[in-house]
């Protein structure tokens, strides 16, 4: 069973920047693909940003050039550098972890809220 707690959601200005950090437990890290994802109200929950085990990254049109994800292995955890945040980033963002392997198995965090002010 894998454990992920997420942090660094909260209130902004428009503009302004948040970090997000999501640590896992009970898995070996370095081998999960990580991603983030998002729900605003009403919609759909959508792909934000991923990262492989091998440390490639993939990027959602509507945050490419302001949004970074980053991971580190020593600490088990991935990271959600979110810049320029606008009112359209307001939403739940969830961390999620595939473990890989020859049995691969997904999990969702409980997620953080980011709010976008204008």
């Known amino acids: 069973q894998v454990q992920l707690v997420e942090s660094g959601g909260g209130l902004v200005q428009a503009g302004g920047s948040l970090r997000l950090s999501c640590t896992a437990s009970g898995s070996t890290f370095s081998s999960n693909d990580m991603s983030w994802y998002r729900q605003a109200p009403g919609k759909q929950r959508e792909l934000v940003a991923g990262v492989t085990s091998g440390g490639r990254t993939n990027y959602a049109d509507s945050v490419k050039g302001r949004f970074t994800i980053s991971r580190d292995n020593t600490k088990n955890t991935v990271y959600l550098q979110m810049n320029s945040l606008k009112p359209e980033d307001t939403a739940v963002y969830y961390c999620?972890?595939?473990?890989?392997?020859?049995?691969?198995?997904?999990?969702w965090g409980q997620g953080t809220q980011v709010t976008v002010s204008s």
């Open positions: 999620w972890a595939d473990t890989g392997g020859a049995w691969p198995q997904m999990y």
